[in-house]
């Protein structure tokens, strides 16, 4: 272990002075990153929610037309979950990165709410948020869950069509402004760290690439190295509620108080 963390100084003094010189750094976060306050990943072999439950039957417009009530209810134990976790040392490092740097967008695939709990400003959430539904028949937007009334899912009080959350599922597209926000994101910068993520669901996996291709430092945190990792990438191995205060630490030694 204290092999592993003198091996990852070492990378984090080459990574202090390209961070502490950036003029916009770009985040793109995954669920890793919410591992450490209680949320399960999707993809880890044991406690994945892909390796428990079937992506098609939850995370699919036909799962929920077959199904309609489990999947409901399946979101809505998730949506307490996220509102019962607190953020973690990593959620608060990024908000605290975002503070020090002149520019700073942080994109993520959680639909937890986490990060902006943990004061992070500049939140594109791309897979959309545990925190508001919509309507299966004309995608009326609702800024909260419903109460709770005897019908499973609650009725749009606009057109009657079912309710479900607004979060993207398999086959769909990507709200269009928080994607263009974050291709945004990815070309105006000049440092891309990527936290908790396997790297594997697209588009949003390709953006390690676009930073690349327009110059960025890539800066990778995982327990794996994702597939879109290049040797080119510094790779920072580890649990993010680890290696972020140490990132944090080696590009700001003199300001470093606990966060
Ligand atoms: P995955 O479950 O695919 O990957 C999570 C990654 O986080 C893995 O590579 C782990 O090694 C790593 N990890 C776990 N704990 C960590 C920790 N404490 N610190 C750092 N890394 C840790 O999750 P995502 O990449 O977010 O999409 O998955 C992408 C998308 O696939 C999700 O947004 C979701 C899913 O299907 C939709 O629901 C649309």
Redesign the pocket.
């Known amino acids: 272990m204290s092999d592993r963390i003198d091996q990852i100084i070492t990378i984090l003094q080459g990574i202090g002075e390209k961070l502490r010189g950036a003029q916009h750094v770009t985040v793109l976060?995954?669920?890793?990153?919410s591992?450490?306050s209680g949320i399960p990943?999707?993809?880890?072999a044991q406690t994945?929610?892909?390796s428990r439950f079937k992506?098609d039957d939850l995370?699919t417009v036909q799962g929920f037309r077959r199904d309609p009530v489990s999947v409901w209810k399946w979101y809505a134990e998730r949506r307490v979950a996220a509102l019962q976790a607190q953020p973690n040392a990593?959620h608060r490092i990024l908000a605290e990165i975002e503070r020090r740097v002149p520019a700073f967008d942080l994109i993520t695939?959680?639909?937890d709410g986490l990060h902006q709990r943990a004061g992070s400003q500049n939140v594109i959430e791309v897979?959309g948020s545990l925190a508001r539904v919509k309507c299966l028949g004309h995608q009326h937007m609702l800024d909260h869950w419903p109460e709770a009334g005897e019908e499973v899912p609650p009725r749009c009080p606009t057109c009657r069509s079912k309710l479900r959350p607004d979060?993207?599922?398999?086959g769909e597209l990507l709200p269009e402004g928080a994607w263009s926000r974050a291709m945004r994101a990815v070309k105006a910068c000049d440092v891309f760290l990527s936290?908790?993520?396997?790297?594997?669901?697209e588009p949003?996996a390709s953006l390690v690439q676009k930073a690349e291709e327009q110059g960025a430092t890539i800066i990778i945190?995982?327990?794996?190295v994702?597939i879109s990792a290049t040797p080119q990438h510094y790779y920072l191995n580890?649990?993010?509620?680890t290696?972020l205060p140490l990132l944090l630490q080696a590009t700001w030694p003199e300001r470093s108080s606990p966060v």
Request: hydrophobic share 50%; net charge negative.
């Open positions: 976060t995954g669920a890793g990153v591992a450490e990943t999707f993809r880890d994945g929610l892909w992506a995370a990593a695939q959680n639909i897979h979060v993207v599922w398999f936290v908790g993520t396997s790297g594997i669901v949003v945190n995982n327990l794996e994702p580890g649990e993010a509620g290696i």
